[in-house]
Every structure is written in structure tokens, then in C-alpha cells.
């Protein structure tokens, strides 16, 4: 790419948990980055920072790394596009690395952000055509906290269908060491000089900001197709334990609507 003699980044923006929004100088940075770069740039410090955050360029530590990478490998043109829920095209933004992503950035806060004007003793959420597996439905998990008050309850529902219901074995490994000894503590751990980076620990960090508001007993998890031994790795509430005792388990997603009304009730 850096001999190049004309450099050209296609992508779709879309909201990005940790970036802001994806495309543009994600082409080269996560794209073209190697290992160690990626330690840095998701590294506990960089995604510390409050502003790494959904919809959030400025001051976004995430994005100006992103950013500055992206200048100094170069690139003379970006063609990036938008779409909806129905991945329905919505916008073709095509120009500088810069200044087309900040346009596209500012159509995509039109029409999939959700005016709050209060927090909630409960949320129901769904983790969506992303939530693969449960490392994934963090994104979904991360946007519902600004609709929660402090220790309140989110609910959340996952359709969990990779090979990997869980993650990576390194993904779960960390997970669960946040299930044992909780969101600040993990924090302070992983943010030590003395910590050794892991791969995918970025997206655990990312877990401790819901259970920095609300306590792992206040999340409730239901995917039908995780096993009991599953449940025992990630933090949270299992949602079977809503189900008779002869539903749990069963891989059966009409089940979801059962656990969605008997953890309201609990609630």
C-alpha cells in the first residue's frame, strides 16, 4: 500500500463503540496495521478515555490515532458509504480522508441515535445482526447505558449463532477474570505498566463500563444456544434460570419471550 502510487479507501461508516464510527481511516488503521500497533491502539489507556465512544470524533483518543496513522501512510481518496437497517443505501461520501468521513459521521447521527431525556429502572435490549457471539454483543450492551439509571437492570436477548458462541479462548479466558474479580478492579489491573497485553482484552474493558454502572447480578443474559458451562464464564444473570427447569437449555429461541417477561417481573 505505501508504494502505491494512487491510494484509494473504500468502506462503510457505520457507529463504532470505540472509533466513533468505522470507515475511513480504519481502512489503514486497524486495516493495514500490524500486532504490535494494535496493542497500542486498543490498549486500556487509549479506550480509558470517556470520548471513546459511540458517534464521538472529537476528542476521541481512538480516532486520532486512528487518524494520524491513516495521514502518514497516505491516502488521496475515500469512497465510503452509509446504510440503514435494511442496509438500504443512504449516502455515497466520497473525497478527503478527512473531511468526507466527518460529513458521513454527521448523516449517520441523524437517523440512528435515540433521544433520552431520562434513565430507566429496566431496559430490554437485543444484541442484533452483530451478536454472533457474546463478545460481539458488547456494542449492543455499551449503547444501552446511557438509557440506564445507576444500578438499574438491562435485559438483553442474543441469537448467538458463530462456531465460537463465546469468543476467542483468550476472550474467554479474560472475560471470566472479570467475572471473578469485578470491573474496577480488572481496570486497574489491566491499566498497570506491569500487565501483559492480551488480544481481545479491549473488548472486556469494554464490558467494565456497563458494570461500572450497574452490578454483573443487574445484567441479564439470555442465547439459547450457549450451554450451563457457558454461562458459568461470562458475567451477568443466566436467563434460563427465568425458564422451567425442563425449557432451560434447549437451544430454542421461542424461549426468549418467556425470560424477556418473567425477568421484568423479577425486576
Partial sequence: YTEADIKILTGLIETHFMTGASGGRKSICPGLIGEESIYIFHGAPMLASPKANDLIINDNPCHQEALEV?????????????????????GVFAGDLEEAHKQA???????????????YDVVI????????????????????????????KLIMIANNDDKDLIGSEKYKAVLHLLKIIGAKQFNHLILSPDWTFIPDQWQVQMWTRLFSKIPPENFIYYSPRLS????????GVD?????????RYKGNFKNAAQVIEKAVEAA
Fill in 70 to 90: 491513516a495521514k502518514k501512510a497516505g491516502a488521496d481518496y475515500i469512497l465510503n458509504v452509509t446504510l440503514d437497517q435494511d442496509f438500504k443505501l443512504t
Fill in 105 to 119: 459521521v454527521k448523516q449517520i447521527i441523524k437517523y440512528v441515535t435515540i433521544p433520552l431525556d431520562k434513565e
Fill in 125 to 152: 435490549t437485543h444484541a442484533g445482526f452483530v451478536g454472533i457471539n457474546q463478545y460481539q454483543t458488547a456494542k449492543a450492551a455499551i449503547v444501552a447505558i446511557p438509557a440506564l439509571k445507576p444500578n438499574g
Fill in 228 to 235: 450451563f458451562n457457558d454461562y458459568k464464564i461470562i458475567p
Fill in 239 to 247: 436467563g434460563n434460570i427465568f425458564l422451567p427447569r425442563s425449557e
